[in-house]
């Protein structure tokens, strides 16, 4: 049982250039999340997902987007890359269906922006 | 006022001490309380779970959440190296898929 699969794991990216950070799901959640760490900050939410075709803004929006195709999938893309976008970003899924469910987390992919 | 206030630690404890990690939150209306365990290089993993006031207990860790004092806490009895991580604690109210979470305690247990 795989859960949240985030690819790549690591990268280094050079100023303005553009990415996607890939997340698939395979637990049939419908919601899924994208957050970013950063040292002392806690978990802050860039965007999230309640079903395929449906997304919304979260905390830090700016400099992302998403789409949600499917229910397994959420890519995250960096348009503009930028210094301040260095961060570690998680993926994150729940079922929602009722009763708030606790939210299940990649292993991360740490991004660092040059 | 942060909804939710963590202390960030870092805290150092002898092996088989009983830690003691506390949040406080500002917004009467959660009702969901999670702690999740972060490794170095880890993602966050639920570690416990309650939606009630009280005690809940899993083998050696306990939820406690007082809603009255809206204050939640996580003890860990007779600590192991391995529970050496960053612990964060999350709330969310009833509706709300969103979880707030506190900046995280590191916790490094000394053998």
């Given amino acids: ?85 260095t961060s570690v970003y998680f993926c994150a899924s729940s079922w929602i269906g009722g009763r708030v469910q606790p939210q299940h987390f990649g292993d991360g992919t740490r991004l660092s922006i040059l | 006022q942060k909804e939710v206030e963590q202390d960030p630690g870092p805290l150092s404890v002898p092996e088989g001490a009983i830690v003691s990690l506390n949040c406080t939150y500002s917004n009467s209306a959660f009702q969901y309380f999670m702690w999740y365990r972060q490794y170095s290089r880890k993602g966050p993993e639920l570690l416990m779970y309650t939606y009630s006031s009280g005690n809940k207990e899993d083998g050696r860790f306990t939820a406690q959440v007082d809603k009255s004092s809206k204050y939640i806490s996580l003890f860990i009895r007779d600590s192991q190296p391995s529970d050496s991580a960053t612990y964060l604690c999350a709330i969310s109210n009833f509706g709300n898929e969103k979880l707030t979470f506190g900046t995280g305690t590191r916790l490094t247990i000394i053998p």
Wanted: with cysteine; glycine share 10%; net charge positive.
């Fill in chain 1, 1 to 85: 049982n795989a859960g949240v699969t985030q690819t790549p794991k690591f990268r280094i990216l050079k100023i303005g250039q553009s990415m996607t950070l890939q997340c698939t799901q395979d637990m049939n959640h419908n919601y899924m999340y994208w957050y970013r760490q950063d040292p002392g900050m806690g978990l802050k939410l860039i965007y999230y997902s309640v079903g395929a075709g449906i997304t919304d803004k979260g905390e830090v929006p700016n400099g992302y987007n998403v789409s949600r195709s499917t229910t397994e999938d959420f890519p995250l893309r960096l348009e503009l890359a930028a210094p301040s976008q």
